[in-house]
């Protein structure tokens, strides 16, 4: 099936060869025929999930290192102070006398911090 697309020819009907050989077998031309794909998958890895693997691993570090008292910019662009940390969120003060109550994801990154 495979061989069709590829161009090349149905192992089960051998051609004369000039010397009058038997062709070799049809085994390395589908394992060439796979190496394409294989270089795809490999580079896709490399560029795409690799580099992302890192970000998030980083956003967990730094959402683990926020104390009371940072800065953050949370993912809706809203700024404030970590007032309170809990367990899965935190307490962001955004006004005097206004607190909201965020979820540990939504934080992106500590203001003045290297994102």
């Not at 607190?99 to 994801?105: F, N, Q």
């Amino acid at each position: 099936m495979f061989g069709i697309a590829l161009g090349q020819t149905p192992a089960s009907t051998p051609t004369a060869t000039p010397t009058g050989a038997a062709p070799a077998s049809g085994g390395m031309n589908s394992i060439l025929g796979f190496l394409p794909i294989i270089l795809i998958f490999a580079v896709l890895y490399f560029l795409m999930i690799l580099p992302q693997q890192r970000r998030q691993k980083k956003h967990a570090q730094m959402l683990e290192q926020i104390k009371r008292g940072d800065r953050v910019v949370l993912g809706s662009g809203i700024h404030g102070i970590v007032s309170n940390v809990r367990e899965h969120t935190f307490l962001v003060k955004v006004a005097e006398d206004t607190e909201l109550e965020v979820d540990k994801s939504a934080v992106s990154y500590k203001f003045g911090a290297e994102k």
